[in-house]
């Protein structure tokens, strides 16, 4: 059974940071590339941020130069560090295999299971 628990959200003023974990368990994630996404109300659930087994990170233009991918494979966790956030930032993030395609690079991932996702809030 895959489980994606997503942790760390909340509400920050613009300008602020947020570290965001997500754990994983139940699949075989170590050997895939983890993804970042987000989706804001009304709009799709979007991929801001990969990270390739190969320790290669990758970014939506959005978030480039403002948010970090890591991984501990020994926790079975995943982060992503938020800086200088933004109203635009608000939203549901999620965390799951790699899907999809950032600078370039190309990402696959089979199945939908999804966590429960974790709110960033950023308002004044």
């Known amino acids: 059974q895959v489980q994606l628990v997503e942790s760390g959200g909340g509400l920050v003023q613009p300008g602020g940071s947020l570290r965001l974990s997500c754990a994983y368990s139940?699949?075989?994630?170590?050997?895939?590339?983890m993804g970042w996404y987000r989706q804001a109300p009304g709009k799709p659930r979007d991929m801001v941020a990969a990270?390739?087994?190969?320790?290669?990170?990758t970014y939506a233009d959005s978030v480039k130069g403002r948010f970090t991918i890591s991984r501990d494979y020994a926790k079975n966790t995943v982060y992503l560090q938020m800086k200088n956030l933004q109203p635009q930032d608000t939203a549901v993030y999620y965390c799951?295999?790699?899907?999809?395609?950032?600078?370039?690079?190309?990402?696959?991932?089979?199945?939908?299971?999804w966590g429960q996702g974790t709110q960033v809030t950023v308002s004044s």
């Open positions: 799951n295999i790699a899907d999809g395609m950032l600078e370039g690079r190309l990402y696959y991932r089979d199945g939908d299971e």
């Open positions: 139940g699949r075989t994630f170590e050997i895939n590339a």
């Open positions: 990270l390739g087994t190969d320790n290669i990170a």
